[in-house]
Each structure stands twice: as C-alpha cells, then as structure tokens.
C-alpha cells in the first residue's frame, strides 16, 4: 500500500455524464477514436470509459493525472477542446469532480475462470 503524499500524488478526474437516448453507441465510438489524445498526453496516468449498471444512458469517463497542474493544462488546451466539441452532440447533461489519491492500494490480477 502506497500513500501518495510519499510517493508522488496522483489526482482523478470523474465526469458523469447522462447521454441523448438511443446515441449510446456513437457516444462509445466517438469516445474510443479520440481516447488517445487524453492518453498519449505525459502527465496522464490512465482513462476508463465506464458505463452505469442501474441509469439507462449514464457514463462516467475517468481519468488520473500526475498532478492537478498539468491537468488543469490539459483541460484549457485546444485540442481537449475540439474533442469535447466532438462528443458535445450526444450529451444530454454532465458534471465533473475533482479529488487527489489518498491511498493506492494497489490492482490484483483478475483471478482465471473457475478458480
């Protein structure tokens, strides 16, 4: 278990975001072609688009950063906004929370079937 005051903070971002019915599936697409801009970016540490089991048409895309500086870079920079343009058409609502890591306690393998 690392705490990430020692070993370097990490800060996520968590956007909700509630989708135009029946777009579900562009949204998916549109979300996947431009993932990489977010990922190849240095200061990111890792995106899930993720997709809500119990509100019909509700996602959540989250993101870890180095530091909320360079986040906050990312998120004014031209190219995060031409791709949030790109996803704007099929969103019906959104919010975003910001939080720092407190603890990482680290990710197990995913166990085999049947065992």
Known sequence: MTRPEQAG???RVMLRMQIVPGKEQDFE???????DAVNSNPANLGQWLL???????VYYIM???????????FE???GHVEHRKKLHP???HGSM???NVVYDL??????????
Do not use: C, K, N
């Open 76 to 78: 004014r920079s031209a």
């Open 90 to 92: 099929y969103r019906l």
């Open 29 to 35: 697409r549109v979300w996947y072609s431009i993932g």
């Open 97 to 99: 929370v910001a939080m």
């Open 106 to 115: 680290g990710r197990r393998p995913v166990p085999e079937p049947g065992r």
């Open 9 to 11: 903070a990490a800060f």
């Open 63 to 73: 993101s870890d950063w180095v530091d909320e500086t360079r986040f906050r870079e």
């Open 51 to 57: 997709r809500d089991t119990v509100e019909d048409g």
